[in-house]
């Protein structure tokens, strides 16, 4: 939702807003091509590809993603347009393990 802005939770929510994307976006293409192992996380990279749909704006940047994993599975994720700050999020535990 980095683009786009704000937060997706959930399955339902996931669901729409990919289908939402259909909506905005001629075109939407995020390829990773590198990813880091972390430990219980991952540090991916790679390139954010886009052309709006009415406005025909086209996007093509370099894209970051931190994913965070508990009991062997995806449990968050979130995304940046910036390498800095994915690299501080990285650094940090995900909110609900704080929580813990």
Known sequence: ASVEGGSVKGH???RRFFMGL????????IGADEFRDLGDRVLASGRLVAKG????VELDHPFFSVIWIRDGRFSRMQSFLGQDAAEAAAAKPA???AAR
């Open 95 to 97: 909110e609900s393990e």
């Open 53 to 56: 749909r009415g406005s025909a």
């Open 22 to 29: 259909n909506e905005t976006w001629e075109t939407f293409h």
């Open 12 to 14: 339902d929510e996931s």
